[in-house]
Nanobody
Framework: QVRLVESGGELVQAGGSLRLSCAAS????????MAWHRQAPGKQRELVAQ???????TYSDSVKGRFTISGDHAKNTVYLQMSSLKPEDTAVYYC????????????WGQGTQVTVSS
């Protein structure tokens, strides 16, 4: 059982920046799939950013150019650097990790609240 713990969510003003962290209790492999999802009030959960095999990165259109996903294997931690934050970025952000050819290896964090004020 892998535990993922997100941190870094805060109340910030529009235009500000935040760095979310996701600490894993077990080793994250370079080939693992790392992702951040978010769920805003009254909306469906959406994929924000994903990195596969430490190279293939995808972002949702709404955050492209503003958010960056990265990982530190030595610290077993996944990050989401967010800049130029907008009120519409307000949501609970969740960390997710998966492993190639291991569909049962799919874990989620408890979420961290990000609130962006106007």
């Amino acid at each position: 059982q892998v535990r993922l713990v997100e941190s870094g969510g805060e109340l910030v003003q529009a235009g500000g920046s935040l760095r979310l962290s996701c600490a894993a209790s077990e080793t994250i492999l370079s080939s693992d799939i790392m992702a951040w999802h978010r769920q805003a009030p009254g909306k469906q959960r959406e994929l924000v950013a994903q990195m596969s095999s430490g190279a293939i990165v995808t972002y949702s259109d709404s955050v492209k150019g503003r958010f960056t996903i990265s990982g530190d294997h030595a610290k077993n931690t996944v990050y989401l650097q967010m800049s130029s934050l907008k009120p519409e970025d307000t949501a609970v952000y969740y960390c997710n990790v998966g492993r190639l050819r291991r569909p049962a290896y799919n874990y989620w964090g408890q979420g961290t609240q990000v609130t962006v004020s106007s």
